[in-house]
Every structure is written in structure tokens, then in C-alpha cells.
């Protein structure tokens, strides 16, 4: 092994177990404002979103009526084309076929081959069952772009089909280009095992010949070929950034005017190849988000660069003619923060762009750096992140300030033993940080179990233990960006506190069918509509100061799945 490659192994693992952030620094974003964009949404689409910026509080995702928005969700990774096996390229086609015709009516067969089963028009009604208006669709490069320059309009359509199910039942979708470890093309190597690697096609994953081989067991990350390939994209090798831009592009051409979609998650768990934190980050990842958003959007923060090349970060990008100025970017730190709790770039401004969100993924005590050294802690022992839960959040809360973001979950979740440590906990502190949340996995074939479902091996049911915690009483909408509001999964108990002027637009709060306490509804004048399912949908006008809007305590109903 190269001098090269072992150095950068230590480095890298060194700085995810020491590095101890950047401060967070604190300071006034000043944004340009793009032109105007308000306008109502076509017929039979759902409400456009945006990040809401209001004198003294911390920007959020909002409606088209300034209210704050709330997102309860799920991520399918369905839609993902993961390597096939450990000792060959994924040269076959994709595990479940992406011609959109295959679920018109019907629902492919389940694959072992796949971790994941099929995403149906089925799932969708599971996920509003539960009460969930939001899903994060993960996409991979190598479906949308298998050759450079070539995009899948077959793959497109499958996509848009998603989206289409998801309107037709009130949820929104987050496109997320997704990756894990890079590429299912990273070469096979001692401890490789594909079935576990997604992203980036073949012509983009530039690994030089560094050897390939897992240093740490089961961290797939933690892999030299992977360090290269990320790297390569980090400095545009064969102008593969670019055409990653360009791929962004495509899709949003596609979903330029479509409400349903919320906007557009980058790039997932990013990784800094050969490179640390926070030079990672404020040089390399941020500059990039920011010619992601100048090509999209057309703002032109940065300065005019040539492409195909390195790109500094003070480089920004051509306008490629797309304007889409209504939909938002999610803005995803670097892999290290996600295991560490703790920032690990400066809290600065990435774009003039408003319609900007910082998601986070929470995995404290499952992948935060003491789970990953011990996987087998008792996680109720844990003693970092040093704040606990909370950590997390009010780091994050303070970095998407700095960046005049809102803040989003993009991913959380456990093993389903934990639940009522972990999963309780997390849910407890998205609550009192107003923050929304999209839970990983929404089902899974086996592997992992972290499914909202138990695989199909065990009956493929719902698990009532995640039933009782993701299926609560929550706001989906309010005008008042500062409620309090707590839901008590062991009795069905709910409570909210809020205020408003009269004349403002109403709180509304979703009810399960699980939960069958009596509502109480306090300073505001209270409507009630109950859906087929049972749920119930409580929407409160306010009639001019505090309000309030309760749910009693009654016994709840839940699977008997394990």
C-alpha cells in the first residue's frame, strides 16, 4: 500500500474521532432576494413551500400563507441501483425494472437480490396512513446518467411517477441524489462488498488504480478507492462535476413547475476524499452547493470561472437557463459532522438564494463515532456527544442560521431494539426544535432491519413499537413559527400551545387513527374533519392571542407485529 493511501486512511480517521468543529460563527446573512416567485400553485397541485426569513426567527419551511410546515416522512431506497454483489460491477440491469409501465395496476415481485423491495403506489398509502406528508426519494446517478451526456428519460418517468402518487395524496417529495460510498463501480476489493455502494455511473468514478480495500469492518466508507473517487469529484477530474451539474439540471427542467416537489437534496453524505474539515467544507463542498443553486437558479453569486476544470471557491457557474426560482436546496454538511454531532465547517453563507434548507442526518449512538468504535454500547450508557440528543440540534439549529437556512432531518433512525432510547429521544428533540424529519428505511428486505416494516422474511408488517412512535399527533401547519407542542406515545396525549392575531391563517394538527383521545380546542375557533381511515384533521383559527389545542389521553390501538 502506498504512503499515500495510509497517510490518508489515519488522517481521515483520526479527524472523525478527534476533530472538534469549527466554531460556529455568528453573523448577519444578507440575502438578495431573487425576483418575485410568489404565485399559487396550478389546479389540483399542492401549496408551493419556501423558506420563510422573519425578523428575529430562525428561518423554516413555510407555505404559500407564511405558516411554518412541519414535514413527517420516510425515505424508500427503492429507486437506488446498488452494486450486485461483492465481486462483480452492477454491468446488469437495475434489480427492479424503472419502466413506470411495470406498476401501473400491480406491484413487482419482491427480489433477495435487493435489500430493499419494490416502491409501489401501495406504499405511498401506507406512508399517509401513518400520518406522513412528506417522502425523501432517493435517486442514483448511474440510472440517470448511465452514459455521459445520456440521460434516462425511462428513469425520469419512473421518478415523475412517483411524484405523481405522492400528489394525489397530499405528500411532498424531497428529489434526493443520493450516494453511498460513492459508486457501485468502486473496484472490488479485500472487505468491498458492492450490494452496499451506490452512485456515481462508471465514467465518473475515477479511482486511479489506489488499491481497494475496507479498513474498518463493515465502513464501507473507509476505503481508499472511495477516498480517490470522491476526491476526483471534489476537484472536477475530467469535468465530472460538471456533469453532475448538468444532471441536477435535468431533473429540475423536469419538476421546474411542480409544487409537489419540494426541491432538491444535493448530495448525500458527502465525503471528503483526501481532504479535512474545514477546509472540506468551505472550500470544496458549500462552493459546490453554491454553483449547484447559480446554475439552477440563475442568482450568479459566484464569479465567472471556466468549466471542466478545478473550480476555487470563490468560482461560480453558468446560468443554465433553467430560473427555477420556487423550489428549495438541501444543504447536507459533510459525512464527518453526521458522525461526530458537531460542526466540522464555519458557519458561513453559501448563496444570495433563500429557499435554502441545512438537513442533518441524527444518528446519535448509532453512527455518531462511539457506535462506530463499539457497536455493541448500550447506547443508554453513552457518554458522547457530550450534550446528548440534544447536541445535535443545537449545533445545527445555530450553523443553518449562520447560512441563512432552515433546518431539516433528512435522515434519522436506529435499530429497532433501541427504539425506545434512541428513536423516543430523537422524536422528543425534533419536537422541541420545531424541526421535521424523513425516517431511514422506510422498508428493507433484510441486512439491516431498520425498517418502519419488519422485512417479509418476519411477515413484512408494520412493527407496532414504530407504529406507536412515528404515528402521532403533530402541527403540519401554523402561523405561529414559535408554538410549543409535546405528543405523548405511551398514552395518546397531545398538547399545543400558540399564539395569533385574528385573521391569521389557521394551526392545523393531523390526528392518527391510532389515537382516539377527545380534542379540546381553547382561544380559537376549532374545525374537525375526520378522514375514511379514522384520522382527524383539527384546524384552529385563532381569534386573537394564546390558543391552545388538546388531546386527552385514551388507549391507543397498535400492529401486534414483532
Known amino acids: 500500500m502506498t504512503a499515500r493511501v495510509i497517510i490518508g486512511v489515519v488522517i481521515v480517521l483520526v479527524a472523525a474521532a478527534t476533530y472538534p468543529g469549527a466554531v460556529v460563527v455568528s453573523m448577519a446573512v444578507r440575502l438578495t432576494p431573487p425576483p418575485a416567485t410568489a404565485s399559487p400553485a396550478p389546479s389540483g397541485q399542492l401549496p408551493w413551500l419556501h423558506v420563510e426569513h422573519r425578523q428575529g426567527i430562525a428561518p423554516y419551511i413555510a407555505d404559500d400563507q407564511g405558516r411554518l410546515v412541519l414535514l413527517h416522512g420516510a425515505v424508500p431506497a427503492s429507486l437506488l441501483d446498488f452494486g450486485k ?8 440491469p437495475p434489480v427492479y425494472p424503472i419502466d413506470p409501465a411495470a406498476y401501473e395496476g400491480s406491484c413487482p415481485d419482491t427480489s433477495s437480490a435487493s435489500r430493499y423491495p419494490p416502491l409501489c403506489q401501495s406504499d405511498l398509502a401506507q406512508m399517509a396512513a401513518l400520518g406522513f406528508n412528506s417522502l425523501r426519494l432517493p435517486l442514483s446517478w448511474s440510472l440517470l446518467e448511465p452514459n455521459r451526456d445520456r440521460f434516462s428519460e425511462l428513469y425520469l418517468a419512473r421518478i415523475a411517477q412517483v411524484v405523481d ?11 434526493d441524489m443520493h450516494q453511498n460510498a460513492y459508486s457501485p463501480y468502486i473496484s472490488p476489493g ?19 488504480g489506489v488499491p481497494s480495500k475496507v479498513y474498518l469492518k463493515d465502513q464501507r466508507e473507509a476505503n481508499p478507492a472511495v477516498f480517490e473517487a470522491f476526491s476526483n469529484f471534489w476537484y472536477n477530474r475530467n469535468g465530472i462535476q460538471d456533469a453532475y451539474i448538468a444532471a441536477l439540471g435535468f431533473l429540475a427542467k423536469r419538476f421546474k413547475d411542480d409544487s409537489t416537489v ?16 474545514p477546509g472540506f467544507e468551505d472550500l470544496l463542498l458549500f462552493p459546490f452547493y453554491r454553483r449547484v443553486i447559480d446554475a439552477i437558479t440563475g442568482v450568479h453569486d459566484g464569479l465567472p470561472c471556466p468549466t471542466g476544470i478545478f473550480m476555487p471557491a470563490f468560482c461560480g457557474y453558468a446560468d443554465l437557463g433553467i430560473h427555477d426560482l420556487r423550489h428549495l436546496f438541501f444543504l447536507e454538511p459533510g459525512l464527518l459532522r453526521q458522525i461526530t454531532d458537531f460542526p466540522t465547517h464555519l458557519g458561513l453563507p453559501v448563496s444570495s438564494y433563500r429557499n435554502l434548507v441545512f438537513d442533518i442526518h441524527a444518528y446519535t449512538h448509532g453512527y455518531t463515532i462511539e457506535a462506530l468504535l463499539n457497536p455493541k454500547a448500550d447506547p443508554s450508557q453513552a457518554t458522547y456527544p457530550w ?12 450553523e443553518a442560521k449562520a447560512m441563512g437556512a432552515a433546518l431539516f432531518v433528512s435522515e434519522f433512525g436506529d435499530d429497532p431494539k433501541h427504539d425506545s432510547v434512541i428513536l423516543a429521544n430523537e422524536l422528543l428533540q425534533q419536537e422541541k426544535h420545531l424541526v421535521g424529519f424523513a425516517f431511514w428505511a422506510w422498508k428493507e428486505n433484510g441486512g439491516g432491519t431498520w425498517g418502519v416494516y ?10 407496532a413499537a414504530r407504529e406507536r412512535l412515528l404515528a402521532r399527533v403533530y402541527p403540519r401547519a401554523s402561523g405561529d413559527p414559535a408554538l410549543n407542542y409535546h405528543y405523548d406515545p405511551d398514552t395518546g396525549g397531545f398538547t399545543l400551545t400558540a399564539n395569533g392575531r385574528a385573521g391569521d391563517p389557521p394551526t392545523i394538527v393531523f390526528i392518527p387513527p391510532e389515537v382516539q383521545g377527545p380534542v379540546a380546542v381553547s382561544g380559537a375557533a376549532p374545525e374537525k374533519v375526520t378522514g375514511a381511515d379514522g384520522s382527524r384533521v383539527v384546524t384552529a383559527s385563532p381569534s386573537g392571542g394564546p390558543f391552545s389545542i388538546a388531546v386527552a389521553p385514551a388507549p391507543l390501538a397498535f400492529s401486534d407485529c414483532g
Open 387 to 398: 450534550g446528548g440528543y440534544e447536541q445535535t440540534y443545537v449545533l445545527g439549529a445555530r
Open 165 to 175: 402518487w405522492a400528489r394525489a395524496l397530499g405528500i411532498y417529495v424531497i428529489i
Open 85 to 92: 454483489d461483492a465481486g462483480s460491477p452492477p454491468s446488469s
Open 190 to 208: 479485500d472487505g468491498v462488498n458492492l450490494a452496499y455502494h451506490s452512485g456515481a455511473p462508471a465514467w465518473a468514478t475515477l479511482t486511479d
Open 454 to 463: 419488519a422485512p417479509a422474511k418476519i411477515g413484512g408488517c408494520l412493527r
Open 262 to 277: 419540494i426541491g432538491y437534496s444535493i448530495f448525500n453524505e458527502p465525503q471528503p476524499g483526501w481532504n479535512l474539515p
